[in-house]
Structures are given as structure tokens and as C-alpha cells.
């Protein structure tokens, strides 16, 4: 079955350092999403990207978080510089949308982030 | 609708039993409707969807049911299995735009604990 690889799949770093995550979306899917959980806010939305370009990213701090897809096979999201209220678990999910309509997200099994 | 996060519903269920995992939606414009299944340590995985132009689908010992009346969507395992123990999220597409783009919402989450 085609997945979704996240890398890493856990990281510990210091505040202030930077991180950044990478996504391989499963090959032909056009669309790409960020998602942090936590167990206070759940599973949240921080960007999203159809053909690469971003659709949606209001719901990631500007400052200090980035996502970008350099290349269809390759989605990253960084945070510079880090702090330890962004210790979560992020999730990338690809899908594909089109004509006939929308499809499922389907997820990697995420990078769990640890800010000390 | 948001998700809170504070405190994770639990249904537990004996094994063999039926479970039944209810989900209210917060958007009337939402026409696409998921059911996803986490496990610890995974990302959400994909169990089945459901249109806004159904009432009703149904896969392998799950059903899906959609009453957009009152917005509340559930999800029906049958014959339920230690294997199915794991926390349910149901999750809304709303359409924002004619471009494709979509507000996908994520509910709380279900926490699914099958006794032996």
C-alpha cells in the first residue's frame, strides 16, 4: 500500500533550535496538509497545499513556523526558532482532489517534537 | 465543530458487542464527511467516508449514518474486536470556494476501549 513517510519520526532539541520536518506524500496526490495534535487542542490545522502552492496557512504561527514544497515528492515544515509550547506530535496527510469530487486525507504516522 | 481536547470521551464495549460512536458537525455547508481510526503511536487511518447526499454507507462491519437535519453523524462497528480498540475522529469538508478549496475540520475524538 502507498504511505505517507514523515521524517523523523521523533526529535528532541533544545529551545530556540531550529527543526524542520519532512513529508514524502503518497505519488499522484495533489494535495498536502499539516496538522500538530496535542492533548489539549486535538488534531489542528496548520497549512495547506494543492499543487503545490498554499492554499491555507492561518492556522500556524507566522513567526516561527514555515511550510513549503520544494518539489511534488517533498513537503517540510519548520520552526525557527523553537520553543518547548511547540512539542506535539505533527502530522503530514496527502490527498487528492478533483472534478469528481473530494477524496480522504491520508496520514504518515507523524514526527512527535519535544522542545526542552 | 473545535476541538477542545480537555478530556477524551471513552465508550467501552465487551467484546462481540455492536459500538456506536456519535459525532455532531458544526457546519451546514460541510458535504463530505470522514471517519478515521488512531491508534497509539500511528496517524489517523482512513475507515470510510460518507457524501452529503447519503444518509447511509456501509463497508466492512461499519456503517456510516448521516443525519444532516440535526448535523450529527455516527459511526457503527460491528461484532467489535480488541483490534478496533483505539480513539475515533470524525472529520467535516466544508467548500469555501469554487477553486476546490475546503475547510476540513476535525472533531475531539472517541476514545474505543473493547473488553475482552
Known amino acids: 500500500d502507498a504511505r505517507v513517510t514523515q521524517t523523523p519520526r521523533h526529535k528532541v532539541t533544545e529551545m530556540g533550535q531550529e527543526v524542520t520536518m519532512r513529508c514524502q506524500p503518497i505519488l499522484g496526490h495533489n494535495t498536502v496538509f499539516w496538522y500538530r495534535q496535542t492533548m489539549m487542542q486535538g488534531l489542528e490545522l496548520l497549512a495547506y497545499f494543492r499543487n503545490r502552492a498554499p492554499l491555507d496557512d492561518s492556522g500556524m504561527p507566522k513567526d516561527r513556523f514555515s511550510a513549503e514544497m520544494p518539489d511534488a515528492t517533498l513537503a517540510t515544515l519548520k520552526i525557527q526558532p523553537s520553543e518547548p509550547r511547540d512539542s506535539a506530535v505533527y502530522f503530514c496527510?496527502?490527498?487528492?482532489?478533483?472534478?469528481?469530487?473530494?477524496?480522504?486525507?491520508?496520514f504518515g504516522d507523524g514526527t512527535r517534537l519535544s522542545i526542552l | 465543530g473545535e476541538s477542545v481536547g480537555l478530556h477524551l470521551p471513552t465508550l467501552s464495549v465487551q467484546e462481540g458487542d455492536n459500538s456506536i460512536i456519535n459525532c455532531a458537525y458544526s457546519n451546514s455547508a460541510s458535504d463530505y464527511f470522514i471517519w478515521y481510526k488512531q491508534e497509539s503511536g500511528k496517524g489517523p487511518q482512513f475507515i470510510i467516508d460518507i457524501r452529503s447526499n447519503m444518509d447511509k454507507r456501509q463497508g466492512q462491519r461499519v456503517t456510516v449514518l448521516l443525519n444532516k437535519t440535526v448535523k450529527h453523524l455516527s459511526l457503527q462497528i460491528a461484532a467489535t474486536q480488541p483490534g478496533d480498540s483505539a480513539v475515533y475522529f470524525c472529520?467535516?469538508?466544508?467548500?469555501?470556494?469554487?477553486?476546490?478549496?475546503?475547510?476540513?475540520?476535525f472533531g475531539t475524538g472517541t476514545k474505543l476501549q473493547v473488553i475482552p
Open positions: 472529520a467535516e469538508n466544508m467548500p469555501l470556494n469554487s477553486g476546490g478549496y475546503q475547510k476540513v475540520t
Open positions: 496527510a496527502s490527498g487528492l482532489t478533483g472534478r469528481t469530487g473530494n477524496q480522504p486525507q491520508h
